[in-house]
C-alpha cells in the first residue's frame, strides 16, 4: 500500500458529501475517490440484504480504483453492512455510526441523546446500542425522518417545502428535555440550519460525518498510510455516480469548495 492512494467514500446519493467537505478541510493532501449510488437511493425504506447487496457493489467498484481505505460515509449502510466488509477486506474500514455516537456521549451533561435518521438505520438500532454500550445510563429518543432524503436529493434543501418538513417531521423530539441530537444520516447536514432552528440553539446537534473525519485522520497515521504534504503529489478529486451527473454536480458544486466538480456516471448494473 501507498501513501498516495486515494481514500474511498460511499453513499446512497449526495449525502456523503458532507464527510468529504469535512475530509477536504481535515485531510487536504489525501486523494479522494466517492461513490454515491444515487440512482438507487434512498436506501432507508429499502430491506436489509438489499442495502448489504448494493454497498458490496459499490464497494468492489472502489476497490478495483486502488483505494487504501473505505469509509462507508452512510448510515443506512454502517448500520447493516459494516462489520461483514470491515471483516472481509485488508484495508481499514470505518463507518459512521461509532465516531457519531463517541461524540454525543461526549457532548451530552444530562445524558439525554436524540437520534434522527433513516427508517433503516432507526430499525436497526444501531446508535442505541452504540451509545448505550458506551454510556448504560443514556436515555435515548430515536426518530426517522424519511422525508428528508428527497428533499436533499431533489436539490430543494434551500426551499421553503425543506423548511416545512423539517419542521413538521422533527415535532415528536420537542419538548423531550434533550441537550444533544445526532444526525444519523450523511444528507441531513444539508438541512443542517433549519434542524437547529426547528429545535433551538441550545441543542448540541452532533455531524457523525464530520466526527468520522477524526477518526480516519487517526487510522491513516496509526497504519502510516497518510499522504504527507512533503511527497510533493498534487491530491485528486474524483466523483461517480449511478445517477444523473447533472443534478449530482449542482449539489456538489453549492457545497464542496472545490473548482467545478464534474462527476462521471457509472453504471454498477442491476436494481
Ligand atoms: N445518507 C444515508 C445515511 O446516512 C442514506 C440515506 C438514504 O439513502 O436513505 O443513512
Known sequence: MTHTQPIGFIDSGVGGLTVVKEAIKQLPNESILYLGDTARCPYGPR?????????????????????????????????VALDEIKAALSIPVIGVILPGSRAAVKATSNHRIGVIGTAGTIKSHSYERALKAKSPQTTVISLACPKFVPIVESNQYHSSVAKKIVSETLRPLKNKKLDTVILGCTHYPLLKHMIQNELGSTIRLIDSGAETVGEVSTLLDYFDIAQQSDQDVIPTHEFYTTGSPKIFDEIANDWLDLPNISSNHIDLGGK
Open 47 to 79: 430491506p436489509a440484504e438489499q442495502v448489504i447487496d448494493y454497498t458490496w457493489q459499490m464497494t468492489r467498484f472502489l476497490l478495483e480504483k486502488n483505494i487504501k481505505m473505505l469509509v462507508i460515509a452512510c448510515n443506512t449502510a454502517t448500520a
